[in-house]
């Protein structure tokens, strides 16, 4: 009578509620089912009331979840199961968004009573399957949103495309929280796909995850998102790529495009179900059409880096061609010039000596003696004249000195526009390097420069002279220049005056050409020509650039000259001048090395081969005579070389100082000399101030 008076209460009060309700009996059987459960778990109550829920729901056990109806029926205690954590109790496949999935659940337990005791229990199930996957859908579509402000982050700072594309794989996966993304790009003319970058298990698409791996694509989602350029969705039923939909579960694939042109695809992977939806479908497409458009972008700006780069090398190889080309026209320039001038003076020296011979037995008050004056003082003139062809010419050697070029560039600065409409402002390195140089001919070169800048200022102003220390190498070329590598002064002369033609920048060092009036007053177009000649035998090169209505700028080059900064060091840090050993297979530099160290102030001692050296040196040790330094030759043919000797050596003598020598001077010993327990590296061949600089650099290290 009981479970009758229960059966219709439960139907009379639960039947209009939007809850599914179930009794149960002590022992579990099915006492009450109302319309909810009927309406959408397709059974009636008729046929499941009198069951036990366990035997009819096997799952509940599988899934633990019998425990929480047990202790409610035993202990009479409640239980609450949130859908996030337990999903379900009861299994219901419901439809949702026209997809089949199981309905989330949200499950109160709680003791049914009559009097004092538990009799049973009632589960009452609330359906939250549109509410927990509108909460997931909206919490996966913010982390979406987030990743896509990262993504155009790493769009705008990204420097190349491999960086670009990597860094949006690493976005989708571990902030946006998808199981695994990469890009595969298309070659031209193919129907091949080549994955370029990737992030998460690499083997979760086998057959593509190989750097370089190659998969045709004409079948599956992939194959049709690369030939319709639109987005596709892949399910376990589908096909992704064929022989490894296996391995797939879903994922989708949003083509890369540039304008009608598919260029590669994104694909995502997820294990989860039912998460490529409109919405979301909608912000990925967003992310690669940005995608699409910033490879675009970098392939542009490549491109046009590499345009300009072709247009940089092609103006560069025309100046070096250019001035290959004029150094070949001044040397053979130079020949004839000094041909001509040494002809000329044998032939002027015969005029002017007989005029001078005339004119010593003329009446000063004859007209004739006036006309031989005439004739002398052309003379003059045209011996001043053969001056600049010898200058010209490779006959007149300069005679260098070394000494501090800033003061002499302005005291000649000053001198050549004394009297003149025109300024001067310096702007000298307070640290400018010494010059080797010819006092006389480099006078010249200023003097000829500063002249030009002068004629470019009729209406008087100022020119601004430039002079800095500079570091020339394969890394630091300069711009127009076939500058060898080492340090230079480099002195820039410029003004601001009506500037020299474009056409005529390639002959300006041409002789006799000038774009003033020729003539003795004005000028005889070899100002530039003898400058470029001076420079060049100084070691020396000169470059113009100029624009109309802007000004000129010269830039003269000097090699810098250090020598007597190194000596300096050596009186006032090394009281001593040292004993060196030197071990070398080859005779002739055993002789020349002993030579230049004594030259240098050492005194030397010569071995042929690593054995020797052990030998001498602990003789010299034993001795109290040890030698201060070791040259070790890296190879020895057919004996012991730098690297093993420096090891028998250290054994003796922890604090040896050794230098290694060799003319390999990319092997790994001279490249990291250190590591081996050398102090130093000299490579051959080398200059006589390398080696001095490197013996000084060893010896005032170990005795500062």
Same mark, same amino acid.
């Given at each position: 009578?009981?479970?009758?008076?229960?059966?219709? /209460?439960?139907?009379?009060?639960?039947?209009?509620?939007?809850?599914?309700?179930?009794?149960?009996?002590?022992?579990?059987?099915?006492?009450?089912?109302?319309?909810?459960?009927?309406?959408?778990?397709?059974?009636?109550?008729?046929?499941?009331?009198?069951?036990?829920?366990?035997?009819?729901?096997?799952?509940?056990?599988?899934?633990?979840?019998?425990?929480?109806?047990?202790?409610?029926?035993?202990?009479?205690?409640?239980?609450?199961?949130?859908?996030?954590?337990?999903?379900?109790?009861?299994?219901?496949?419901?439809?949702?968004?026209?997809?089949?999935?199981?309905?989330?659940?949200?499950?109160?337990?709680?003791?049914?009573?009559?009097?004092?005791?538990?009799?049973?229990?009632?589960?009452?199930?609330?359906?939250?399957?549109?509410?927990?996957?509108?909460?997931?859908?909206?919490?996966?579509?913010?982390?979406?949103?987030?990743?896509?402000?990262?993504?155009?982050?790493?769009?705008?700072?990204?420097?190349?495309?491999?960086?670009?594309?990597?860094?949006?794989?690493?976005?989708?996966?571990?902030?946006?929280?998808?199981?695994?993304?990469?890009?595969?790009?298309?070659?031209?003319?193919?129907?091949?796909?080549?994955?370029?970058?990737?992030?998460?298990?690499?083997?979760?698409?086998?057959? /593509?995850?190989?750097?370089?791996?190659?998969?045709?694509?004409?079948?599956?989602?992939?194959?049709?998102?690369?030939?319709?350029?639109?987005?596709?969705?892949?399910?376990?039923?589908?096909?992704?790529?064929?022989?490894?939909?296996?391995?797939?579960?879903?994922?989708?694939?949003?083509?890369?495009?540039?304008?009608?042109?598919?260029?590669?695809?994104?694909?995502?992977?997820?294990?989860?179900?039912?998460?490529?939806?409109?919405?979301?479908?909608?912000?990925?497409?967003?992310?690669?059409?940005?995608?699409?458009?910033?490879?675009?972008?970098?392939?542009?700006?490549?491109?046009?880096?590499?345009?300009?780069?072709?247009?940089?090398?092609?103006?560069?190889?025309?100046?070096?061609?250019?001035?290959?080309?004029?150094?070949?026209?001044?040397?053979?320039?130079?020949?004839?010039?000094?041909?001509?001038?040494?002809?000329?003076?044998?032939?002027?020296?015969?005029?002017?000596?007989?005029?001078?011979?005339?004119?010593?037995?003329?009446?000063?008050?004859?007209?004739?003696?006036?006309?031989?004056?005439?004739?002398?003082?052309?003379?003059?003139?045209?011996?001043?004249?053969?001056?600049?062809?010898?200058?010209?010419?490779?006959?007149?050697?300069?005679?260098?000195?070394?000494?501090?070029?800033?003061?002499?560039?302005?005291?000649?600065?000053?001198?050549?526009?004394?009297?003149?409409?025109?300024?001067?402002?310096?702007?000298?390195?307070?640290?400018?390097?010494?010059?080797?140089?010819?006092?006389?001919?480099?006078?010249?070169?200023?003097?000829?420069?500063?002249?030009?800048?002068?004629?470019? /200022?009729?209406?008087?102003?100022?020119?601004?002279?430039?002079?800095?220390?500079?570091?020339?190498?394969?890394?630091?070329?300069?711009?127009?220049?076939?500058?060898?590598?080492?340090?230079?002064?480099?002195?820039?002369?410029?003004?601001?005056?009506?500037?020299?033609?474009?056409?005529?920048?390639?002959?300006?060092?041409?002789?006799?050409?000038?774009?003033?009036?020729?003539?003795?007053?004005?000028?005889?177009?070899?100002?530039?020509?003898?400058?470029?000649?001076?420079?060049?035998?100084?070691?020396?090169?000169?470059?113009?650039?100029?624009?109309?209505?802007?000004?000129?700028?010269?830039?003269?080059?000097?090699?810098?000259?250090?020598?007597?900064?190194?000596?300096?060091?050596?009186?006032?840090?090394?009281?001593?001048?040292?004993?060196?050993?030197?071990?070398?297979?080859?005779?002739?530099?055993?002789?020349?090395?002993?030579?230049?160290?004594?030259?240098?102030?050492?005194?030397?001692?010569?071995?042929?081969?690593?054995?020797?050296?052990?030998?001498?040196?602990?003789?010299?040790?034993?001795?109290?005579?040890?030698?201060?330094?070791?040259?070790?030759?890296?190879?020895?043919?057919?004996?012991?070389?730098?690297?093993?000797?420096?090891?028998?050596?250290?054994?003796?003598?922890?604090?040896?100082?050794?230098?290694?020598?060799?003319?390999?001077?990319?092997?790994?010993?001279?490249?990291?000399?250190?590591?081996?327990?050398?102090?130093?590296?000299?490579?051959?061949?080398?200059?006589?101030?390398?080696?001095?600089?490197?013996?000084?650099?060893?010896?005032?290290?170990?005795?500062?």
């Amino acid at each position: 009578m009981k479970h009758i008076e229960i059966s219709e /209460l439960g139907k009379i009060l639960t039947d209009g509620l939007a809850l599914g309700i179930i009794f149960l009996s002590k022992d579990y059987r099915i006492i009450g089912w109302n319309y909810w459960m009927e309406k959408h778990s397709g059974i009636r109550a008729s046929d499941i009331v009198g069951q036990n829920i366990f035997d009819k729901y096997p799952d509940i056990r599988k899934r633990d979840k019998e425990k929480y109806i047990t202790a409610c029926v035993e202990s009479g205690i409640p239980f609450l199961l949130s859908p996030l954590l337990h999903h379900y109790l009861i299994p219901i496949d419901i439809i949702n968004k026209k997809n089949k999935t199981q309905m989330l659940q949200y499950v109160r337990i709680y003791p049914f009573r009559d009097h004092d005791s538990t009799v049973g229990a009632v589960i009452i199930i609330r359906d939250m399957t549109e509410q927990v996957l509108h909460e997931k859908e909206i919490f996966r579509l913010s982390r979406v949103l987030k990743g896509i402000r990262d993504i155009h982050k790493q769009m705008i700072g990204a420097e190349s495309e491999e960086a670009l594309l990597a860094g949006v794989c690493k976005i989708i996966v571990e902030d946006i929280g998808y199981e695994f993304s990469w890009v595969g790009l298309t070659e031209e003319g193919t129907s091949v796909l080549r994955q370029v970058s990737w992030t998460g298990d690499r083997y979760t698409i086998k057959g /593509l995850n190989a750097e370089g791996s190659e998969a045709e694509f004409k079948k599956g989602i992939l194959g049709s998102a690369i030939k319709t350029g639109k987005t596709q969705v892949f399910e376990r039923s589908q096909e992704y790529v064929p022989d490894i939909s296996r391995t797939c579960n879903f994922a989708c694939s949003l083509p890369l495009t540039n304008g009608n042109h598919t260029i590669g695809s994104l694909d995502i992977h997820s294990g989860e179900e039912n998460v490529f939806q409109r919405e979301e479908l909608k912000l990925l497409e967003e992310v690669a059409s940005d995608l699409s458009f910033a490879i675009n972008t970098l392939r542009d700006r490549q491109k046009q880096q590499e345009a300009e780069k072709k247009l940089r090398e092609s103006e560069e190889r025309i100046r070096l061609t250019n001035q290959l080309q004029q150094s070949q026209k001044m040397e053979a320039i130079a020949r004839l010039a000094g041909g001509i001038a040494h002809d000329f003076n044998n032939l002027l020296a015969i005029i002017l000596g007989n005029i001078q011979l005339a004119e010593m037995d003329s009446d000063p008050d004859d007209r004739i003696y006036e006309n031989l004056s005439g004739a002398l003082q052309g003379c003059i003139r045209a011996k001043h004249l053969t001056k600049q062809f010898l200058t010209l010419s490779k006959g007149e050697s300069p005679v260098m000195k070394t000494g501090a070029f800033g003061n002499f560039i302005q005291e000649t600065a000053d001198l050549a526009l004394a009297g003149s409409n025109v300024s001067c402002e310096f702007f000298i390195a307070d640290n400018l390097l010494p010059v080797r140089f010819d006092e006389g001919q480099m006078r010249q070169v200023f003097n000829n420069v500063i002249a030009n800048a002068c004629d470019s /200022l009729p209406e008087g102003g100022t020119v601004q002279i430039y002079a800095e220390n500079i570091s020339v190498s394969a890394g630091k070329p300069v711009p127009g220049v076939m500058i060898q590598d080492g340090k230079y002064v480099r002195i820039v002369i410029r003004d601001q005056g009506i500037g020299i033609p474009q056409k005529y920048l390639s002959v300006i060092f041409d002789p006799y050409f000038s774009t003033k009036e020729t003539g003795i007053q004005k000028g005889t177009g070899l100002g530039l020509t003898v400058a470029y000649s001076i420079l060049e035998k100084h070691g020396g090169y000169i470059r113009v650039t100029s624009e109309e209505g802007i000004g000129t700028d010269v830039c003269i080059y000097l090699p810098a000259f250090e020598p007597e900064i190194i000596r300096k060091k050596r009186e006032e840090m090394l009281p001593f001048k040292g004993k060196i050993l030197v071990m070398d297979d080859e005779k002739m530099i055993c002789e020349l090395l002993k030579k230049v160290l004594k030259r240098l102030g050492y005194k030397a001692e010569t071995v042929r081969s690593g054995f020797q050296a052990i030998e001498l040196y602990k003789k010299a040790m034993n001795s109290g005579d040890p030698f201060d330094a070791v040259i070790l030759d890296l190879t020895v043919r057919g004996g012991m070389g730098g690297e093993e000797t420096i090891r028998k050596l250290m054994e003796t003598d922890r604090n040896v100082r050794a230098i290694i020598s060799s003319g390999y001077s990319n092997d790994p010993v001279m490249r990291h000399y250190a590591r081996y327990g050398f102090r130093g590296a000299i490579p051959k061949p080398c200059q006589i101030r390398e080696l001095d600089n490197a013996l000084c650099s060893v010896l005032i290290t170990d005795n500062q």
